[in-house]
């Protein structure tokens, strides 16, 4: 047998095997919707909601090894970090420093969505108008 035709089979046993390695990919319960006016919900929807809520919308590679680990790791990671289906449960001190944080990782064009996502989602590009209002909607969410 051929070194290269040796090569590729064991690839593709090696593809066919990590296939195998179980990923979750849950939508858990909403326990409180994140209070915002509905012309920036549906921005966040749109751009946030499938890393940073219970409402994520598992893409096809999200199916497939080695992706669906990225996307699992993605969506965990996000919902670690802000969970927008979760609004009621985040810590005050959390919550005391989501606005300035929100408005900094959103007003950055490279950090939120990430490149990757947005990438293989072109609907969650934001413009700098849709960015100002996300930013100008955190602004509202500082403690008094």
Not at 35 to 61: F, G, I, M
Request: charged share 25%; hydrophobic share 45%.
């Amino acid at each position: 047998m051929q070194l290269s035709r040796k090569i590729l089979l064991t690839l593709a046993a090696a593809f066919i095997a990590i296939q195998l390695v179980p990923v979750p990919r849950t939508n858990p319960p909403v326990e409180a919707d994140v209070p915002a006016p509905p012309e920036v919900k549906a921005l966040l929807r749109r751009a946030c909601y499938d890393c940073h809520s219970n409402e994520t919308v598992w893409p096809p590679q999200s199916r497939v090894a080695p992706a669906s680990w990225m996307v699992a790791y993605d969506v965990w990671d996000g919902r670690r970090e802000l969970n927008f289906s979760r609004w009621n449960a985040l810590p005050g001190r959390v919550r005391a420093k989501l606005p300035e944080k929100v408005a900094k990782e959103v007003r950055d064009e490279k950090d939120m969505p990430p490149l990757l996502y947005r990438w293989a989602h072109p609907g969650a590009r934001l413009t700098d108008a849709e960015r100002a209002a996300i930013a100008a909607w955190a602004a509202t969410l500082a403690p008094r």
